[in-house]
């Protein structure tokens, strides 16, 4: 069932970039039936079935054949690089894929793809609720311009795309020739603003509080094309949490509603604190950590990516579970480390197309038993289309829908703050693409920008930087073969506009900032994202590499 992002037109998937020494490996075949409290899957063999929950995380899209969602929303998958003919992955008929408008950052430094820290100011929202009185007249909050925000790092996973060994912290990974690289994992370290709880069903863990969590996206694919449909995208989740220890089973395999429901020990951030985050291959424990200081309140989380924490990678013969300590894959961020399946190595990317406002709401559909959801927007954002979803937009729902003070049933969440859908927005009539966006380094009608400073390893800066957006791979009205279609603000958005980067001094530090900002560097806003390309086996816009500037 399609929840969040609507289907594009099924494709072949056969990576651009042929390998000779291609892993032969058997997959099961796919479709096999869910039981009521278990699924089931098992190698053509007839080696014993491995069973697993009814929801999880076995695929980051929810739509294993197997297995049901644990999340509703898939904006925790990570693109895929060199997927289909096109450059894009289908799994099971569904696109996987988001528009993620990102500043990427390179280095030569030892250590600088295994050791990241930055410095982070969370944005304040306006002190009045929302409204959905009609674009740029309204009072806008930071959860309705993106679900989440995220720093990159690829990690060690032999047992991911392209199945084979990686030693971790080595640039003996690197993708060359024939060589496609060791086995890739992708981490992100998501933060996700307040006012739109539950996170099960939603985005935020409150009505008051920032959250974070650590996600590893995992490809369950061979280097010839073939991937196992039953998990073609496996994802490890955890909170950061004040003690370490995960709210629930993090694994793809073993994953419950525990695990994506915060509890008393999760980090709480409050708007406007002030963060130190570190990302970093935690030799002693032998796993990654990801470390997030709140210089603000003096409270520290953290997360260890660790066997012993219920971590685990996956089998693509079955899709079992292994305990594993992750690491990070190579020891530079150099221009030569993007060339695995999720190409990005160190950057920071904005989740955005993820919600839109309304004034009522259509055709009842509950996502779970007791709490109330629905399929269609209706109100001064939504760009209105035939109720079967068969308009041009080739937007099939809106769903899932909330009303405003909605509690969420069984969650007793915190009350929406305003009626809004989750759904993907490929009509980009949503918030995102309005400018709605901080124009101001305090709040007013719209939200103060998040900053973040530079990334540095070990205080050593990145000598080079590069924008990018993958919004052609997800915009049905642009060839992704050929760029016809494809321009920025995406021509079927009513609001003619689309977020950028900016580089500014604030308090006398340099931050890059998001959305309309113009204190500083603008890079020439919308145009900083270059020109169409496929230079990295994806459909986006990409700005030349440029030395790393200055404030």
């Not at 494709?11 to 039981?35: C, D, E, Q, Y």
């Not at 609001?495 to 020439?524: D, H, I, L, R």
Request: with cysteine; hydrophobic share 30%; glycine share 10%.
């Amino acid at each position: 069932m399609t929840r969040i992002f609507g289907s594009r037109y099924p494709r072949p998937f056969l990576f651009p970039v042929v390998i000779a020494a291609a892993v032969a490996l058997a997959v099961p075949s796919v479709g096999l039936a869910a039981t009521q409290t278990a699924a089931r899957t098992g190698p053509a063999s007839g080696t014993p079935a491995v069973h697993f929950p009814k929801a999880g995380f076995l695929d980051c899209n929810g739509h294993s054949p197997i297995q049901q969602p644990l999340k509703i929303g898939n904006y925790i998958c990570a693109e895929v690089h060199g997927g289909t003919d096109n450059g894009q992955l289908e799994d099971n008929g569904h696109y996987i894929g988001h528009d993620e408008p990102t500043v990427q950052f390179y280095s030569n430094k030892p250590g600088s793809s295994n050791n990241v820290s930055y410095v982070q100011t969370l944005p304040r929202d306006p002190s009045a609720n929302p409204t959905v009185h009609g674009p740029l007249r309204d009072t806008t909050h930071f959860f309705e311009l993106m679900p989440t925000l995220w720093y990159a790092m690829a990690l060690c996973d032999p047992n991911s795309f392209p199945l084979l060994p990686c030693q971790p912290d080595s640039d003996s990974n690197t993708p060359h020739g024939n060589y496609p690289g060791g086995g890739s994992a992708f981490l992100e370290l998501q933060f996700y603003p307040p006012g739109f709880a539950p996170f099960a069903d939603a985005l935020s863990c409150d009505n008051s509080h920032w959250c974070a969590a650590l996600t590893i996206d995992s490809l369950e694919c061979t280097v010839s094309g073939t991937c196992n449909n039953n998990c073609v995208e496996p994802i490890n989740f955890a909170f950061i949490q004040t003690n370490g220890v995960p709210t629930g089973p993090p694994s793809p395999q073993r994953s419950d509603l525990n695990t994506v429901t915060p509890n008393q020990t999760t980090l709480l951030m409050n708007p406007g604190d002030k963060l130190a985050i570190h990302i970093f291959d935690n030799k002693k424990a032998g796993a990654l950590e990801t470390r997030v200081r709140d210089l603000s309140t003096g409270k520290t989380g953290f997360m260890l990516a660790s066997a012993k924490n219920g971590f685990m990678n996956t089998s693509i013969a079955d899709c079992s579970g292994t305990k594993f300590n992750f690491r990070p894959e190579y020891s530079t961020a150099s221009t030569a480390n993007q060339g695995g399946w999720a190409a990005a190595n160190i950057n920071v990317a904005y989740e955005v197309g993820h919600f839109t406002p309304c004034t009522r709401l259509q055709h009842f559909n509950p996502i779970r038993p007791g709490d109330p959801s629905w399929d269609f927007c209706r109100g001064p954002y939504e760009n209105a289309g035939p109720p079967d979803g068969s308009g041009p937009s080739g937007e099939v729902n809106d769903a899932p829908c909330f009303k405003e003070g909605d509690t969420h049933g069984q969650f007793h969440s915190d009350p929406n703050l305003v009626t809004g859908c989750l759904g993907g927005d490929l009509d980009y009539d949503g918030t995102s693409y309005w400018a709605n966006w901080p124009k101001s380094l305090t709040p007013g009608m719209f939200p103060s920008p998040l900053t973040i400073t530079p990334p540095n390893t070990g205080g050593a800066g990145y000598s080079q930087v590069q924008f990018l957006t993958d919004n052609p791979a997800s915009n049905i009205k642009c060839n992704p073969q050929n760029g016809v279609g494809c321009v920025l603000p995406p021509r079927q958005a009513p609001g003619k506009f689309y977020p950028y980067w900016t580089q500014a001094k604030v308090s006398g530090t340099c931050v890059w900032e998001f959305g309309q900002m113009t204190n500083g560097n603008t890079f020439g806003g919308v145009k900083q994202y270059g020109t169409f390309t496929t230079a990295l086996g994806l459909a986006e816009f990409a700005s030349k590499i440029m030395p790393n500037p200055h404030c």
